[in-house]
């Protein structure tokens, strides 16, 4: 008889006294794989000869960095099913009567009957333009010092980004994540003067850090805070 060469299965496993839906992958692997899902489901790929002990073993064993990062997940669906963090402050998505989309200092208006995805896209193209308005005054007020390195001024591009905050191209671009307007804008600033330190020192070596320190003196304090908002955000 042919080994099966692949299976998925699902179930429901007692993990540090919590009832937990587990997604298990088995195939051709040599080791095993742990992740969430962004419904907060624990996502386990392992090797064809696993058992559900094996299985039970291995999320048991990590039971802690998975109620941290299901904590996580849990956060960011309730971000998506009915609030928004813009610059730093939480907004709660509110029906409206009126046939407009409009942001508040508290609220997101959006028209009664918009579904999710409605919304979602509304959301993002807001983001986006309030983002482009703001990264670009960003490198306007900086630009006059970051010109005296005879540099040429780079083109902002806003990229959705899994991994990293911003980026600086060799072709000219200077790449900043639309995730950054979830965050408050002192960390907003931290992320476009460190990008724009990478035209003088395309490293993190002693001359960036100075430069940073030149820029802005309090840049460690915030590159922590950063970190730390890095985890719910990224």
Request: with cysteine; proline share 3%.
């Amino acid at each position: 008889m042919n080994q099966r060469k692949s299976y998925k299965r699902e179930m429901w496993l007692e993990v540090a006294g919590e009832s937990v839906r587990v997604l298990i992958s088995a195939s051709a692997r040599k080791t095993m794989r742990l992740q969430i899902t962004e419904e907060g489901a624990v996502d386990v790929r392992v090797p064809l000869h696993c058992n559900q002990g094996d299985v039970l073993a291995f999320v048991n064993a990590n039971h802690s960095w998975l109620k941290e990062r299901r904590d996580i997940a849990s956060e960011r669906l309730q971000q998506r099913e009915g609030k928004v963090v813009i610059l730093g402050k939480e907004r709660v998505i509110t029906p409206s009567a009126l046939d407009s989309f409009l942001v508040t200092d508290q609220l997101v208006w959006v028209p009664e009957g918009w579904d999710t995805a409605k919304v979602d896209k509304a959301v993002d193209r807001w983001l986006r333009a309030e983002g482009r308005l703001i990264f670009e005054q960003l490198i306007d007020q900086w630009w006059p010092f970051f010109s005296n390195f005879n540099v040429r001024r780079p083109t902002l591009r806003i990229k959705k980004m899994r991994t990293r905050w911003g980026s600086l191209s060799t072709r000219g671009y200077i790449n900043l994540n639309l995730a950054l307007m979830q965050l408050p804008l002192d960390l907003i600033e931290l992320v476009v003067v460190h990008e724009l330190c990478h035209l003088k020192h395309f490293d993190h070596g002693p001359g960036f850090r100075r430069l940073m320190t030149e820029c802005l003196p309090d840049w460690q304090q915030r590159d922590k805070q950063l970190n730390h908002l890095s985890q719910n955000v990224l």
